[in-house]
Every structure is written in structure tokens, then in C-alpha cells.
């Protein structure tokens, strides 16, 4: 387990991230220029769909602003921004990437959101938090880095309250084994698909109840095919975090989409 999260963490490793933040972010003004989370979002938005993604998700969970928020693998922590922005909530990120967490920090600070969204360092099978604390987990293209699914989906139901939600939008297996290298995963090494029943089975026996269940494989192509068509991607900061083989990790997604090897799904389950 430990070599595993070792490969994890050397994925997402993003040595001197903050730095190439600062150099990037001078674009937009002076360091102590204020910046919204509308400006962060070719940087802190990864997952397929990027924004409307997470303001989809975050619709389908319910969320309002009396709630506390966790989200799980928050990465700089532009969802978490978004929801804070939007819902007036607390949120709160955890990921394994100390850089990530690092970088997710001072944005948050350009942001002047620091009082309403927090980052810690720490994995996703030993959250540091008490029991029953959120009233929502996100999970955003998350857990296709984690071996163990039932260790984590008893962790997400151990730290939400009854009745809270998990809401989860995240790359499942259809069929035959996925191209590499993808955003998640350079080798199989550090990939751990599961098929989409697979998935809602693992986490109903983890303590939760289904109450959405969307297969959003053929919008995730749609988006796809609108990029390509449309020129040079809207996001090509992403690199910047990412590395400088981004393109040819999202090009793959996109590829194993295309060709049905990967899924989207987008679900939302209720604490029992």
C-alpha cells in the first residue's frame, strides 16, 4: 500500500508549483491585486468538463450555505473556491499532494477566501477529521487512484453526518484495457478502474443509499469533440500544474472515451 501511494504522490509531485503560479498569475495583476475564482479557472479545474462539472454536481448534492463541505482530492482547490463563492459554505480540502495543497493555499489567499475554504495534507483512507463533522463529500475524478474503494467510501460515510451526501463524478472501466499514460496515471501501476456497477456496489456496502445515477460517458464526448473542434484547448495552463505532458495525458482520456474503453459517471449517494 505504501509503494502505491508513494507512485500516487509522485504523479501529482508538482515541485516548485506555487512558484510557476506566481509567474503565470503576474497576467492578471500584481502580486496584491485580489483575484476571483472565475479568473483561476483555466488553472484549478482538472477533471473532464471542468467547471460545469463541479456547479452540476454540486446542484445534484443539494448544497446551501448553512452546509459544511469536504472535498476529497481537492488538487489547488478550484472547486472548493467555486463552491464557497457561490454557496457562501465552508469548505474544506484534504489531498495527498503537499505541493497541491501548497499552491491551493495561496491562491485561496489571492482569492481573499481564506476564512471560508481550508487545505490539509492527507490521504484519502485516513481523513483527519472527527466522525459525522460534513454535510457533503465531493469527489472529483478522485478515487481511480485508490486500490482500496472500500476503505475509502467507509472513511467518506465515517466523517458525514447522517443523511449527508457523496457526491461523486469520476472515470469508470467499460471495456478493454485504457491507452497510457491518462491525467491520473502515467503507467497501470497507479490506476485502479472500476466498473461503474462495481463502483455503486463497493460504496452501497460502504453504508450509502443511491439517490442519482447518471451515466454522463456521451456528454464527457461531447465536450471532448466540441475542443477539438474548436482549436487550441481554453486551459492550456493546465500544464503548468500538470507538466509539460498534459496534453498528451488529456488526449488519451479522450481517446479511451471515444473508443469505449472509459465511462463517466456522476452520482450522488446518501449516508444511511
Known amino acids: 500500500m505504501t509503494d502505491v501511494l508513494d507512485g500516487v504522490r509522485d504523479h501529482y509531485r508538482a515541485l516548485g508549483l506555487t512558484e510557476r503560479l506566481k509567474t503565470v498569475l503576474t497576467a492578471l495583476g500584481p502580486e496584491d491585486q485580489r483575484l476571483t475564482p472565475q ?8 477533471h473532464t468538463r471542468g467547471l460545469a462539472a463541479t456547479a452540476e454536481l454540486a446542484t445534484l448534492a443539494g448544497i446551501t450555505a448553512d452546509m459544511s463541505i469536504l472535498d476529497v482530492g481537492s488538487g489547488v482547490g478550484g472547486p472548493a473556491r467555486f463552491l464557497a463563492e457561490t454557496y457562501n459554505c465552508l ?18 489567499e489571492r482569492t481573499g477566501q481564506s476564512k471560508q475554504v481550508s487545505f490539509q495534507t492527507a490521504s484519502a483512507l485516513k481523513l483527519p477529521f472527527d466522525d459525522h463533522r460534513f454535510d457533503v463529500v465531493l469527489l472529483q475524478h478522485v478515487a481511480m487512484n485508490i486500490a482500496d474503494r472500500a476503505q475509502l467510501y467507509r472513511e ?55 439517490r442519482v ?60
Do not use: C
Open 91 to 108: 469548505v474544506t480540502g484534504v489531498d495527498l499532494s503537499e505541493p497541491f495543497v501548497d499552491a491551493a493555499r495561496y491562491l485561496t
Open 156 to 210: 467518506i460515510r465515517r466523517v458525514l453526518k447522517s443523511g449527508g451526501k457523496l457526491a461523486t463524478f469520476d472515470v469508470v472501466l467499460n471495456s478493454g484495457e485504457p491507452h497510457y499514460p491518462v491525467p491520473w496515471a502515467r503507467t497501470p501501476a497507479t490506476s485502479f478502474l472500476l466498473t461503474a456497477a462495481a463502483t455503486q456496489d463497493v460504496i452501497e456496502r460502504a453504508g450509502f443509499r443511491t
Open 213 to 272: 445515477w447518471q451515466d454522463d460517458t456521451e456528454t464527457a464526448k461531447a465536450w471532448i469533440t466540441q475542443l477539438r473542434t474548436s482549436g487550441p484547448p481554453p486551459s492550456p495552463n493546465l500544464g503548468v500544474v500538470m507538466g509539460p505532458d498534459f496534453a498528451q495525458l488529456a488526449s488519451n482520456l479522450g481517446r479511451n472515451l471515444m473508443e469505449g474503453r472509459l465511462g463517466v459517471l456522476t452520482a450522488v449517494f446518501e449516508a444511511a
Open 39 to 46: 479568473q483561476l479557472g483555466a488553472l484549478d479545474q482538472f
